[in-house]
């Protein structure tokens, strides 16, 4: 937690750490696990992999698009893409939940706190171990590592791989497919070089290929809270269950497609005076996606059009009157072309000797990081609009007290039921974001 490795009777901060051997009896498969099992620590991921959220202490973030208020690392690299925080966690040796400000030793987004990932290094002696799970709902999961030396006591190497695979727990309705599950490939490498006893170079990598189903949520109608003008707000009451009943997920909506690579190299070099460590990371993540945009609703969410022509093409006579207006029903395809976020980070930093009265840190900090928006848009469904159709609501009143201009048909609507929908063909990026920063650090 302070960048040394040192009891935690020694350390004045309020930490959470679990060991290897508390990962694998408590099952910590994810940041959710973590956060069930750490005090001043919750986690919120209501969609899929898009936003996840991890809270220290309630200091959330007030830019629900926007950086998280809690920091994570893999190894000492800072994560900052958002869409691989929660990843699948392979060969890990230690997890560290960092509570209260953090920024003077971590830096960017450590504001509440930190959760430190630590994978685990080549051995000495040769080791391996497989794993098989299968439950209900198709969960079928293995994994597999392998470590020790490669070339006498100076090059030592291990190497992870899983594979983690479950349907789902939620029935969809409208397909075969479940709802809620996901596949996950991943795998670890690692190597460890020691041509003396006071000079070590580790240099690990994180690949993983996932499939994230369509989240299993489905939306509710407003009850309550009226605003002024007929419409309502707000649910009062008790929310109602699923109950066993399913989910209709319309036919595409397969979900989030992730790729995930991380890399870093460890340098350190003991000296009488103290120890000089450089740590290089990198990583990458990618993810596209194909979401039932009716939020569980199946093909069945209403447009209202006009069907009364007011004499001018494109202007509509005065809703309301009977025969005047019309709905038809449709599901939302919603379509995310893929989002890169690219990371390289670079820090040197000298510590004192730990059996020392005065200890210290003092070094330097270098982040470049460039994220890559894709195209996003809507495919409706049902691509056959009614043949009487003039315009799409809502209105805006022209030549009062009869004509309205339907804007729904020119604005929102129009392209959502043409081929393609509203994407862009091309799958040109829409937004492009670097960010470079640097900074000096002692304590």
Known sequence: SRRIEESLNDVPLSITAFTSEEIESAF?????????????????????????????????????FGENNAAIFVDGVFISGREGLNFSQLD?????????????????????????????????????????????????????????????????????????????????????????????????LGLSWTPADTFEVYGSMYFSDDSIDDAAQSAIAANCEERGDGRLQNVCGALPGINGEGIPKIPGADGEQRELIRGNLNIDWDLDVGTISLLTGYSETKQSARVDGNRGEGDSLPFLYCTVPFGIPGFCA????????????????????????????????????????????AGGYYYDVEAIGG??????????????????????????????????????????????????????PVAKNTEEAWALFTG
Not at 332 to 358: A, G, H, N, V
Request: glycine share 12%; aromatic share 12%.
């Open 28 to 64: 910590i498969r994810n940041l959710d696990d973590v956060a069930n099992l750490t005090p001043g620590l919750s986690f919120f991921n209501a969609q899929g992999e898009f936003l996840p959220v991890p809270v220290i202490r309630g200091v959330a973030p007030t830019d629900i």
């Open 318 to 361: 005065l809703p309301g009157a009977p025969g005047e207006q019309a709905f038809f029903e449709s599901g939302l395809l919603q379509i995310e072309w893929e989002d890169k976020t690219t990371e390289l980070s670079q820090e040197i930093r000298f510590t004192s000797p730990q059996d020392q009265r005065l200890r210290y840190t």
């Open 92 to 188: 890990v040796e230690r997890i560290e939940v960092v509570k209260g400000p953090q920024s003077a030793l971590y830096g960017r987004n450590a504001f509440s706190g930190a959760i430190n990932y630590i994978t685990k290094r080549p051995t000495d002696e040769f080791s391996s171990k497989a794993e098989v799970i299968a439950g209900n709902d198709g969960r079928l999961s293995g994994q597999v590592f392998v470590s020790g030396p490669l070339i006498g006591d100076k090059l030592r190497g291990r190497a992870a791989l899983l594979y983690d695979d479950f349907d789902g727990s939620y029935e969809n309705t409208f397909g075969s497919e479940d709802i809620g599950g996901y596949e996950f490939k991943s795998g670890q």
């Open 375 to 428: 195209d996003g848009g809507v495919v409706a469904t049902n691509q056959d609009l009614p043949a009487n159709l003039i315009g799409f609501a809502p209105y805006i009143e022209v030549f009062p007290p009869v004509g309205f201009l339907p804007l729904g048909s020119s604005i929102v609507f129009d392209d959502w039921f043409s081929p393609g929908g509203d994407l862009d063909p091309l799958q040109r």
